[in-house]
């Protein structure tokens, strides 16, 4: 499975946009990538997966350049409440247990 | 009421003990899994089943076991516990191939300290 690399922590304020970029050099023809959430002492939750171009949804937007090589999150207009743990995976959709998690990015949303 | 639920939340045990972790899921899923978390870190597959036949070890089986004794539910032992597995356990579902984006869900976990 494609290795990913993403910053160890972020800090923003209340009410910005904050955007959030994983690198997967290595990834394969029919890999998905796939961002989860995680609160402390919580499990993760997912946000959000796509393949290419750009996908939306209530949460977050996900962009994906035509290489395929990183992908950047989005959170508009963040909270308080989404101080956690982002984890970028990468990995076919045939194969979801072999999620490797990595150690995530820390977002530190400050008022 | 959550879809996936885990006992117990929290166990303190010697060293030596026996101990079972017990996940239930009311998602209807085939796949469950079992992965551990240590402070700071992501977190690693122990074992993952695809249906109630079939069970597969992950990155860092040695030490557990497991038992699938229905679609719903998915246990996790440690044989003889050891301090290096105090570690947070979750437990996840997810659907299988061709039922869409494969997400995963996690329950809320159960904290493991072993003395």
């Known amino acids: 499975l494609a290795k990913t690399t993403q910053p160890i922590s972020m800090d923003s304020y209340e009410g910005q946009e904050v955007n959030i970029t994983c690198s997967h050099n290595?990834?394969?023809?029919?890999?998905?990538i796939t961002w989860y959430q995680q609160f402390p002492s919580q499990g993760p939750r997912f946000i959000i997966q796509?393949?290419?171009t750009k996908v939306t949804n209530e949460v977050a937007s996900l962009f994906i350049p035509a290489d395929r090589k990183s992908s950047t999150l989005s959170l508009p207009r963040v909270s308080l409440s989404d101080t956690a743990v982002y984890y970028c995976?990468?990995?076919?959709?045939?194969?979801?247990?072999?999620?490797?998690f990595g150690s995530g990015t820390r977002l530190l949303v400050r008022p | 009421d959550a879809d996936v639920t885990q006992t117990p939340r929290n166990r303190i045990t010697k060293t030596g003990k026996r101990i079972m972790l017990e996940c239930s899921q009311t998602?209807?899923?085939?796949?469950m899994y079992w992965y551990r978390q240590d402070p700071g870190l992501g977190l690693r597959l122990i074992y993952y089943?695809?249906?109630?036949?079939?069970?597969n070890k992950g990155e860092i089986s040695d030490g557990y076991s497991v038992s699938r004794q229905a679609q719903a539910k998915f246990s996790l032992s440690l044989e003889s516990a050891i301090p290096n597995q105090t570690a947070l356990y979750f437990c996840?579902?997810?659907?299988?191939?061709?039922?869409?984006?494969?997400?995963?869900?996690f329950g809320p976990g159960t904290r493991l300290t072993v003395t």
């Open positions: 996840a579902t997810s659907d299988s191939p061709g039922q869409g984006a494969r997400e995963q869900y």
């Open positions: 290595n990834i394969a023809t029919n890999d998905y």
């Open positions: 796509g393949y290419k």
């Open positions: 995976l990468v990995g076919p959709m045939d194969s979801s247990y072999k999620l490797i």
């Open positions: 998602k209807g899923h085939d796949r």
């Open positions: 089943s695809f249906d109630v036949k079939d069970i």
